[in-house]
């Protein structure tokens, strides 16, 4: 079975543009989340969704917003892109959600914002 | 929300030694995960340990919840795991999982 998919792999943008990045689930997994790995920390928590509701939020400002289709996967947009947007933004899929949630990874978009 | 810390923040070993790593958190926890992030960014899922002990081949894990704190042991090292070890936690209550800042682990021929 396909692991947790994530396009592109690699993106560079300017200052001021908007991208977008999306994610593919595990086959079965209803919940997907979407962290920001700055260079030399751990990541970071961006959005949850479960069965295509938000589920959580971190703090992150209203630039970034995103969404779950009908088929699970889900998209990560952030607009108005600054120089500290700069990451690897990584997309994880779990069966559950809770205390239950085991979370597996997708290999992340490096984003370069210039 | 909860304070996720982990020891060493840098470790060296040479092949075949073996290594304890432990994760600090700050309040009771009801999912503790850890993973491994190699040299290419992948983060893989090692454990799932909200509380007890569990081995996988060279790797084991042990959260003792009540103390707050887990400890992964690496056994008889390769190179290829070297690379960034996290752990993850979730309190009662809160959505998100919370990554401490990590382990830097790297085996030498």
């Known amino acids: 079975d396909a692991g947790v998919t994530q396009s592109p792999t690699h993106l560079i943008k300017t200052r001021g543009q908007q991208v977008t990045l999306r994610c593919s689930p595990i086959?079965?997994?209803?919940?997907v989340s979407w962290y920001q790995q700055v260079l030399g920390q751990g990541p970071q928590f961006i959005f949850q969704y479960y069965e295509k509701e938000e589920r959580g939020r971190g703090n992150f400002p209203d630039r970034f917003s995103a969404r779950q289709f009908p088929n699970y996967s889900s998209e990560l947009n952030v607009n108005a892109l600054l120089l500290g947007d700069s990451a690897l933004y990584l997309c994880?899929?779990?069966?559950?959600?809770?205390?239950?949630?085991?979370?597996?990874f997708g290999s992340g978009t490096q984003l370069s914002v210039l | 929300g909860i304070q996720v810390e982990q020891s060493p923040p840098d470790l060296i070993l040479q092949e075949g030694a073996n290594s304890t790593l432990r994760c600090n958190f700050s309040d009771s926890v009801n999912n503790l995960q850890w993973f491994h992030q190699n040299p290419w960014g992948q983060l893989i899922n090692l454990f799932y340990?909200?509380?007890g002990t569990k081995q996988n081949g060279r790797l084991s894990a042990t959260t003792v919840a009540t103390e707050r704190y887990s400890l992964l042991y690496i056994s008889s090292s390769q190179t290829t795991d070297s690379g960034v070890y996290f752990c993850a936690a979730r309190t009662t209550g809160f959505q998100k999982l919370v990554f401490g800042t990590g382990t830097r682990l790297l085996v030498s021929p």
């Open positions: 994880a899929s779990s069966l559950a959600e809770g205390r239950s949630e085991k979370l597996f």
């Open positions: 340990i909200p509380s």
């Open positions: 086959s079965g997994h209803k919940s």
